[in-house]
């Protein structure tokens, strides 16, 4: 059974940065798409950012240009590199990975998820 456990998360201030982390276990996640949601108080679920295997990546367009996503198949880990956060991107983060078939930005496709990280973005 897979197991994703996210960390890193965190109260930081407008312009800052964070770094949040995604480690898999009870599986190697190397060949499978992966990527990051979050959800607001009272919004739904939202797509955040995508990568491939082959590490094509594909960002939300709230997010380009401020955030970057990156996977490091040695250590079964998933990043996601916060720079430039706004108070608007307050939220719970999960971790999600699809063992078969292409990333996406629909939240159904994802066979597993992370428990969450609360992101925290003070004006």
């Known amino acids: 059974q897979v197991q994703l456990v996210e960390s890193g998360g965190g109260l930081v201030q407008a312009g800052g940065s964070l770094r949040l982390s995604c480690v898999a276990s009870?599986?190697?996640?190397?060949?499978?798409?992966m990527g990051w949601f979050r959800q607001a108080p009272g919004k739904e679920r939202e797509f955040v950012v995508a990568?491939?295997?082959?590490?094509?990546?594909y960002y939300a367009d709230s997010v380009k240009g401020r955030f970057t996503i990156s996977r490091d198949n040695a250590k079964n880990t998933v990043y996601l590199q916060m720079n430039s956060p706004k108070p608007e991107d307050t939220a719970v983060y999960y971790c999600?990975?699809?063992?078969?078939?292409?990333?996406?930005?629909?939240?159904?496709?994802?066979?597993?998820w992370g428990q969450g990280t609360q992101v925290t973005v003070s004006s």
């Open positions: 999600v990975g699809r063992s078969r078939g292409d990333a996406s930005t629909r939240v159904s496709v994802y066979d597993y």
């Open positions: 009870g599986r190697t996640i190397s060949n499978d798409a």
């Open positions: 990568i491939w295997a082959n590490g094509y990546k």
